[in-house]
């Protein structure tokens, strides 16, 4: 055998193994909570990939948006950072937003990952330390406007709160603002990390996110006590999950996946 041939053989022998790899390893998509893709989908897309050869491609869109997604057959799987009716109301009101419609299937499967904390934030150089339900409520829906009111300073309030379609937005107004509506003048941000950037340049902003996203990123935030407001982080699928996204589900569910929320 010749030289040239040889080299040809070896060639052609790697090139089939590489593809041969490419076509084991896959991708999956999953739409839905930005909560969900900050607190593990993305910070453990490397080591799902060591484990499985798999890589996760995430949309975060919402929670609403995600459902949405996973409705229309855009997606297998949808992330959701609240209880399964919640996910699905907050479905309806971005669809609704949209000018759109939807039909709520009656097997979806709700595949819990693990627990987050919801907790109020203001601006770090607010005084205010610790707020009830009741005083979070007033600040949020208007009826307190000034933060004097609750002993900080003389100082309009200015809430900022996620989108219509959040999570996250939609458990506090229901856990603690009784389901009232957020304030006219709200301001109203795409994402988690805007919602703590946006409390941060504003010294009279409040807002609510979760409190693992908010220990990875407080910029110019502090966190306000209160009591526990919780939530389930979950992935969600139409009827039994594929092959591929029950590896997903499996491997959040494992220890090597736990430790994200250490």
Request: with cysteine.
């Amino acid at each position: 055998m010749s030289k040239q041939l040889l080299k040809i053989m070896v060639l052609v022998f790697c090139s089939l193994s590489l593809m041969a790899s490419l076509a084991s390893a896959g991708q999956i998509k999953v739409w839905g909570s930005t909560t969900c893709q900050k607190r593990f989908l993305e910070p453990g897309a490397a080591a799902y990939k060591s484990a499985t050869g798999d890589t996760i491609k995430v949309y975060g869109v919402g929670t609403g948006k995600g459902m949405m997604a996973l409705l229309s057959g855009k997606t297998k799987v949808a992330a959701a950072s609240s209880p399964l009716t919640s996910a699905i109301k907050s479905a309806q009101k971005a669809a609704k937003k949209a000018g759109k419609e939807i039909t709520i299937p009656d097997n979806l499967i709700f595949h819990e990952i693990a627990k987050d904390v919801i907790v109020p934030i203001v601006n770090k150089d607010n005084p205010v330390s610790a707020l009830n339900f009741d005083q979070l409520a007033k600040l949020n829906t208007g009826a307190i406007t000034n933060w004097k009111e609750v002993g900080g300073p003389d100082l309009p309030v200015k809430v900022v709160t996620s989108h219509a379609g959040s999570a996250t937005r939609a458990v506090f107004q229901k856990k603690v603002m009784k389901k009232a509506d957020y304030v006219a003048d709200a301001t109203i941000v795409k994402s988690t990390r805007l919602e703590i950037q946006q409390v941060s340049k504003n010294k009279g902003g409040i807002g609510a996110v979760s409190e693992g996203f908010y220990k990875l990123n407080p910029e110019g935030a502090k966190l306000v006590k209160t009591d526990a407001i919780s939530r389930p982080l979950a992935l969600i699928t139409v009827g039994t999950p594929t092959p591929e996204v029950q590896k997903l589900i499996d491997f959040f569910r494992s220890t090597a996946g736990q430790k994200f929320f250490e």
